[in-house]
């Protein structure tokens, strides 16, 4: 399964960005999706996560009201909402490949570099 990530910039506090992942391989649209993200001097977390059906979602809470996860399984796409962001979230998003909701990531994006300016 290969993942590209897509959808970073530079933002102002308040601001939103969309996020994209999109896959491809074989059974890739079979596979949770995750979001997680390493800011700079931090270990890599969690952030949101949805099953390969999308019937489930699963949120961090430091975002939770903020960023939505949805996937289109036709276009084998997974995507981040993110409103209302602060500096804290500045970080690089990976997106991420995984058995179930809460299983360890299988496949790694290439990251994307999310900015926000207070």
């Known amino acids: 399964v290969q993942l590209q990530a897509s959808g970073g910039g530079f933002v102002q506090a308040g601001g939103s960005l969309r996020l994209s992942c999109a896959a491809s391989?074989?059974?890739?649209?079979?596979?949770?999706m995750g979001w997680f993200r390493q800011a700079p001097e931090k270990e890599r977390e969690f952030v949101s996560a949805i099953t390969w059906r999308g019937d489930s979602t699963s949120y961090a809470e430091s975002v939770k009201g903020r960023l939505i996860i949805s996937r289109d399984n036709a276009k084998n796409t997974v995507y981040l909402q993110m409103n209302s962001l602060k500096p804290e979230d500045t970080a690089v998003y990976y997106c991420?490949?995984?058995?179930?909701?809460?299983?360890?990531?299988?496949?790694w994006g290439q990251g994307t570099l999310v900015t926000v300016s207070s």
């Open positions: 391989g074989r059974h890739s649209s079979s596979y949770a």
């Open positions: 991420a490949a995984m058995a179930g909701l809460r299983s360890n990531p299988r496949y």
